[in-house]
């Protein structure tokens, strides 16, 4: 079955660390990939997306993500964090014929 | 800006009860959802309808249906809520054949069942 691996449950940074979240995959066709995010007592919402490309993709509040397709990958990362990251993260991968799979996200806090 | 707007935020049921959660999109959306979201376990897909009338069961169907009357609006049903069924319920929406476009999600209802 398809599924998406996060394997970092909860992490913790201090302000201005950097940031890597692991995405892992396993589906060989065509992949559409997002990141979402959910801040304490918000909806989820879009972080980026990629579907085709340059496969470094830069979204909101200064994050990215890279696909890399070899390894079915697709970290999200950003260079120094701020304590308003603080948040649950959540890769999810939609193949082309099928719907949307989400990872078991991941819980960052940032301590100033 | 797209609103998908959850009737409640928080419920508390009992046991037996039946339950009706109720969603509604804004954006004349095709595609709506609904998951659960527990701890540890990331969101699954309890159902989603892709056209008024129309119902596809998700990876958790079991104890729950749904139903959608009107383009705008997706409801959830427990039809006889069990402790196992407390969590954070959200409701998504997307347009189109949804490929690439990012879902629209609800703020949550929390239910806890007693």
């Known amino acids: 079955a398809q599924s998406v691996s996060q394997h970092n449950h909860h992490v913790i940074l201090s302000e201005a660390a950097s940031l890597e979240l692991g995405c892992n995959y396993s589906?060989?066709?065509?992949?559409?990939l997002f990141w979402y995010v959910q801040y304490p007592g918000q909806h989820l919402q879009l972080l980026l997306k990629y579907f085709s490309g340059d496969p470094l993709v830069k979204g909101i509040k200064g994050f990215e993500a890279e696909f890399i397709k070899s390894k079915f990958s697709f970290n999200l990362r950003k260079p120094s964090v701020q304590w308003s990251d603080t948040a649950e993260y959540f890769c999810a991968v939609k193949p082309n014929t099928d719907k949307l799979i989400f990872g078991t996200g991941t819980r960052l806090q940032v301590f100033p | 800006d797209v609103k998908v707007t959850q009737s409640s935020r928080y419920l508390v049921k009992r046991t037996g009860e039946k339950v009706f959660l109720e969603c509604v999109q804004d954006m004349d959306h095709e595609n709506m959802f609904w998951y659960r979201q527990d701890p540890g376990l990331g969101l699954r897909l309890i159902y989603f309808?892709?056209?008024?009338?129309?119902?596809e069961k998700g990876d958790i169907p079991e104890g729950y249906s749904v139903s959608r009357e009107k383009k705008e609006r997706f409801s959830l049903i427990l039809e006889s809520a069990s402790t196992n069924q407390t969590s954070m319920y959200l409701c998504a929406s997307v347009g189109g054949t949804g490929v690439t476009s990012p879902l629209h999600f609800g703020n949550g209802t929390r239910l806890t069942v007693t």
């Open positions: 309808s892709y056209d008024v009338k129309m119902k």
């Open positions: 589906y060989g066709g065509t992949v559409n």
